[in-house]
Each structure stands twice: as structure tokens, then as C-alpha cells.
């Protein structure tokens, strides 16, 4: 979560306190700016690369993806279009391999 505003120290706090209870706030604010770049990126590349069709419904009308977590994007299409299982990906790859008739132009 975001740690919010810079700590009010209490006024018999010592130097050590206060140098402890900043160093901590300091390691949450980049904490929560990694968090929020990498959420971003992630973000940015899904959306860039799958159909928006097949994420329309997580999208708010009028926010679009601003509110969007990537972790809700990606429970969206596990739950509405599955798991790939083994024997999948295996026609897949036999499908991918099959000899393809394609039509020849001048014929």
C-alpha cells in the first residue's frame, strides 16, 4: 500500500528515532514506486498484446484500465477461458507442424 504522508515525530523523539522511523518510511515510499512502475509496465504490455475483447469486461467505463490491477486482468481470462493443459499445447504443436496446402498464385 501507499505509506502515505512523511511521519510526524513526536517531539521527545531521540535523533536515533527519528533517523530509524525515517529510514523505514524512505524503504516503504521506494517499496510502493517499484510496486507502482512495475504494475504499469505489466499493465501496459497486456493490454498492448491481448485483444480487447477478451478483457473488455474488467474495464470501467469511465477509467478504462486506470483502475485495473494486472493480478485482476489476469484472473479475468484464468476464469473465463481456462488453463492450457499438456495434451493442448501438444495439438498445438502437432497442428503447427502439419503441412499446409496453400493456393499458388497463377493456378
Do not use: W
Amino acid at each position: 500500500p501507499n505509506p502515505g504522508a512523511a511521519p510526524i515525530h513526536q517531539a521527545n523523539s531521540t535523533k536515533p528515532q527519528i533517523t530509524e522511523i525515517n529510514h523505514h518510511f524512505l524503504s516503504d515510499i521506494h517499496k510502493y514506486c517499484t510496486f507502482s512502475n512495475t504494475e504499469a509496465a505489466l499493465q501496459k504490455q497486456l493490454l498492448s498484446a491481448i485483444p480487447a475483447t477478451f478483457i473488455n469486461h474488467v474495464r470501467d467505463e469511465m477509467l478504462g484500465f486506470a483502475n485495473v490491477s494486472v493480478l485482476t486482468i489476469l484472473d479475468h481470462l484464468d476464469t473465463t477461458y481456462g488453463q492450457l493443459t499438456t495434451d493442448d499445447l501438444d495439438n498445438n504443436t502437432t497442428t503447427m507442424h502439419k503441412e499446409r496446402k496453400t493456393a499458388q498464385p497463377g493456378r
